[in-house]
């Protein structure tokens, strides 16, 4: 039983460019969140998806923007990007659409913004 | 507003002693989730426990244990006789529902602690 799958491993972007992350669910789930975890930092909820809406979403601004697709996956694209973004960023997935589900979570993404 | 705090930095130990790691969180609904997560250096929040607000039971697994006290808002975690392995930053979350997440879960995380076991 495949975990939570996340594309690519690292990145390096520079200023001003825009980066697509990828996520696949764990089998059987059907709700995907995202957080970003920047360095000595707890995970930040940025926003989740379910039957591929938005439904709730953290504090982060509109540069941030996602989809999900019918087969649960998702995207998380970050446009005109700052060096701040740099971080690691987390796909979690979880099941009866999410509401008091346990979230299990991929092994990140390593985003660097030069 | 849902919050969690883990006041403990940095945590060193020698191997073989046991250690708690401290959580207190904030939460205004009275149906919430609390769970704990085990991020090694590698960087995937591998889960641990969950328990909801209405289950007081102390849990045990192993040499992990959990002590879940409503009337202090802590949710503790011990290891009895750490090993290296157990090296890693341990993160208390809390899961909000209801009334003040619209219906849906969002996770709120503390900020870690970071346990490092000697040898």
């Known amino acids: 039983d495949a975990g939570v799958t996340q594309s690519p491993t690292h990145l390096i972007k520079t200023r001003g460019q825009q980066v697509t992350l990828r996520c696949s669910p764990k089998?059987?789930?059907?709700?995907v969140s995202w957080y970003q975890q920047a360095l000595g930092q707890g995970p930040q909820f940025i926003f989740q998806?379910?039957?591929?809406?938005?439904?709730q979403r953290g504090n982060f601004p509109d540069r941030f923007s996602g989809h999900q697709f019918p087969n649960y996956s998702s995207e998380l694209n970050v446009n005109a990007l700052l060096l701040g973004d740099s971080a690691l960023y987390l796909c979690?997935?979880?099941?009866?659409?999410?509401?008091?589900?346990?979230?299990?979570f991929g092994p990140g993404t390593r985003l660097l913004v030069l | 507003a849902q919050k969690v705090t883990q006041a403990q930095t940095e945590i060193s130990v020698v191997e073989k002693e046991d250690v708690t790691l401290d959580c207190v969180y904030e939460?205004?609904?009275?149906?919430?989730?609390l769970f704990w997560y085990k991020q090694p250096p590698s960087g995937e929040l591998v889960f641990l426990i969950r328990?909801?607000?209405?289950?007081?039971q102390n849990e045990i697994s192993g040499r992990y244990s959990w002590n879940f006290q409503k009337s202090t808002s802590s949710f503790n975690f011990t290891i009895t006789a750490s090993q290296v392995v157990d090296s890693a930053v341990y993160f208390c979350?809390?899961?909000?529902?209801?009334?003040?997440?619209?219906?849906?879960?969002?996770?709120?995380f503390g900020t870690g602690t970071k346990l490092q076991v000697i040898p």
């Open positions: 998806y379910y039957e591929e809406e938005e439904r």
């Open positions: 979690a997935s979880s099941g009866y659409r999410g509401q008091g589900e346990t979230q299990y």
């Open positions: 979350a809390l899961s909000e529902l209801g009334r003040y997440s619209g219906g849906y879960q969002k996770v709120t």
């Open positions: 939460t205004r609904d009275t149906t919430y989730y």
């Open positions: 328990r909801n607000s209405f289950d007081e």
């Open positions: 089998s059987g789930h059907d709700t």
